[in-house]
């Protein structure tokens, strides 16, 4: 097993660490994820062809039958959510509203490839902004607390968690209120398997997760959160409205560099002040900061990990992504912020 600057070991294949939970390696220092991935990898290309049709199908019976838009699609104005963007935009024709959600943190370069990449692909924009109180502590509250369960930090910090419920919430609310039959994100290949690339949205299941938020949190924060959350009477009202959630990147092509031009073309720039996991939020390398120091893994190593196995990314790039020490200005910047010490 090879072992990185930080004298941690990890595996010879993949990237994950001996202190990802329940980890195990064999004689060849290759961990047990990689060896139980073996099967699902030599399957990939002919799943991904699947998909790719699936995708075709479920555009040709939406597209133009609603009365606004055929998708939604939650735009942080990062690099995947820009290229998810773009190819929906010119495989498809689709008529996309862009929804960003705007946390506090997020880079005025990100605002700014934002505006140059919806103008270039002529989509609708809307950014929606809680207050800030509310965000401050909610975001104080999981930098200090895990109030999700081991499982969900796994795969994303605390504070991203909270973040990304809010998206969703929101995407959904608008997706249902609008009459959008399709709901599109742009998770990278190695953050949801591809057999949830192309799914109806589980009205039981996202009513479960909501109760389960909802019950992590103090009683005012509760009340506060609550608005921003799908309101019950839409499981039983609108449950024919709810849409089918897409994140394509699971099944087209994906490589950075060659995404990272085809998106400059369109006016994109990649910011100089976020961290390398992140294109677009400045709260990132904070909360992968406490999550390290927490848990003692990097909150973005499965993922990483996953492309690293995909050949999606290469394994130096994987393990310079991952075990790169965060930015100490950036990760001060949103310790400040929070007021936090």
């Not at 994950?16 to 004689?27: C, G, M, Q, V």
């Not at 998770?187 to 690339?197: L, V």
């Not at 009202?237 to 994140?247: E, G, Q, S």
């Amino acid at each position: 097993m090879k072992k990185t600057e930080t004298n941690i070991k990890i595996c010879t294949r993949c990237i994950l660490p001996e202190t990802f939970p329940n980890i195990t390696f064999d004689s060849d220092g290759i961990c047990n994820h990689c060896r139980k991935e073996e099967p699902v990898l030599a399957r990939a290309p002919a799943r991904k062809a699947d998909y790719r049709q699936k995708l075709d199908d479920l555009v040709a019976s939406t597209r133009g039958k609603a009365p606004s838009y055929d998708a939604i699609m939650a735009y942080s104005g990062g690099k995947d959510s820009s290229y998810t963007l773009k190819l929906l935009r010119e495989r498809y024709d689709l008529r996309i509203l862009a929804l960003t959600f705007n946390n506090h943190f997020v880079s005025p370069t990100a605002f700014e490839n934002i505006r140059a990449v919806t103008d270039a692909l002529q989509v609708d924009h809307i950014s929606f902004k809680p207050p800030w109180p509310l965000m401050k502590s909610l975001f104080g509250l999981t930098a200090q607390e895990d109030i999700f369960s081991a499982a969900t930090l796994l795969r994303a910090s605390s504070i991203c968690t909270a973040c990304i419920t809010f998206v969703k919430s929101l995407t959904l609310k608008l997706a249902i209120e609008m009459s959008i039959p399709l709901s599109a994100f742009g998770w990278s290949p190695g953050q949801a398997p591809i057999q949830s690339a192309i799914m109806k949205t589980n009205g039981p299941l996202i009513r479960q997760n909501q109760k389960t938020l909802s019950a992590s949190l103090p009683p005012e924060l509760r009340s506060q959160v609550a608005s921003y959350l799908l309101p019950p009477a839409y499981y039983d009202l609108y449950k024919d409205r709810f849409p089918t959630n897409i994140h394509p990147l699971a099944f087209f092509d994906y490589d950075e560099e060659k995404i990272k031009g085809e998106l400059e073309s369109i006016g994109w720039e990649a910011p100089t002040n976020t961290d390398t996991n992140s294109t677009n939020c400045l709260l990132n390398a904070f909360a992968n900061q406490v999550h390290l120091e927490r848990l003692k893994f990097h909150p973005y190593v499965w993922e990483i990990a996953n492309m690293v196995r995909q050949g999606v990314v290469p394994r130096e790039e994987g393990i310079e992504k991952i075990y790169t020490p965060q930015n100490s200005e950036i990760v001060e910047y949103g310790r400040k912020k929070l007021g936090l010490k």
